[in-house]
């Protein structure tokens, strides 16, 4: 997984949409590289933004899993934890 990428599965609360929206930028440099489209590429692009939104939206929803739901905050702190060890200050 990269290492801008955020885990958006199994948490108590669900994930909400924008929570997911947010998340495709780290997602979607995969498909098309651009981080800023020209002016005529700039409806596709966000067009493009949406779609995987929404597969994705559609995808976490209809995953099941018998694992407890992790803790946010808990999630938040390791993560904070695994940079600070990795990129230390």
Known sequence: ??????MLFNFD???????????VPSVRPKVQPLNKPSR????????QIDAVAVISTQLLYSLETNAPPRNREKEAAKA??????????
């Open 13 to 23: 609360p669900p994930v909400t949409p924008e929570e997911i929206r947010a998340a």
């Open 40 to 47: 005529p590429n700039e409806v596709a692009f966000l067009a």
């Open 1 to 6: 997984m990269c290492r801008t990428s955020k």
């Open 80 to 89: 904070k934890a695994r940079a600070a060890e990795n990129f230390p200050a």
